[in-house]
């Protein structure tokens, strides 16, 4: 049986979404299920599921069994995976309690995070015209921005005042933020006179164009804030977010593949060492981070 909205905690309750929570409190087994029956979050797990599945079978599998798999595209890869299925399990698994809640969307921040550090290191390593300096600063100013400047504010903010009514705006622009860094290795081909000839470019700034919708689409609530109701089960702004950061992905992918020659993709370059490393001290970070996270959050009331 499902619930409305004045039946759950405040937590788990969204913007003028008022039908369709699952009941708390049951067995994990009860939400692996749900994935199989209507509500007001099946449509989120399987728009991200899907094409996960898609991506592993379709372009991670086939680059790792290439003669000569290249690291910058396979970083890409392995981040678009790693924030496909930690959003698709938590808005699966999340409704459980108030702490699966937190919990669950800990890892979907954290798969927001990794997906922005891999976009920034594909770039990074992919890139023939950035200046020394920029060679030198980009990927520290990188995990900077991402875990300083988007995550780490991001879970602060929802552990300890999920119910700050800023929270929303103050997420948007560091992750407007974030997405103008992600741009700054490729302002050179951008501004460079032979860039019509560049077939990889229209898909970055489609993928650009994509995130800003699907900003408009979460941060705006719309349109369910027009129809509060009607939108429970198929159609809100959430659901559409997750189908415009689909696209994202796609264009990603396609200019990545682009992008980046089996040459520029050896793993003993400099660069791509430097990025592996930024990605696997970056994994170790953020997993602390949700440990000790979560450690606090056990000690919270989120009902006040």
Known sequence: MLLRDEQVPLLLKRKHVVRGYRPLNQPKSFYLKSAFSSHNEVFNVWTHFIPAIILFFAYLIPELLSPLPRVPVLILQVGIVLLLIASSMAHLMHSRS???????????????????????????SSSDHMSLIMKIIYVPLLLIVVLGGQYFSTCYLFVFKPHY??????????????????????????????????????????????????????????????APGFFDIVGYGHQLFHLCIDMVAWNLLDAANLDCSSDEGHVHLPRNIVAVSALIASIGIIGFNVHRM?????TKRYDE
């Open 294 to 298: 979560m450690q606090k959050a056990k």
């Open 165 to 226: 009514k800023r929270r929303m705006e103050l997420r948007m622009g560091s992750c407007f933020l974030l997405a103008c860094w992600l741009y700054i290795p490729l302002h050179y081909r951008y501004q460079d006179p032979e860039s019509a000839g560049d077939p990889a470019l229209p898909l970055h700034s489609r993928a650009f164009q994509w995130l800003v919708f699907s900003g408009i689409f979460m941060g705006a609530h719309i349109p369910e804030r027009f």
């Open 98 to 124: 108030e702490l699966d809640h937190v919990f669950w969307f800990l890892i979907d921040f954290s798969g927001i995070a990794l997906f922005g550090i891999t976009i920034g290191l594909q770039r990074y």
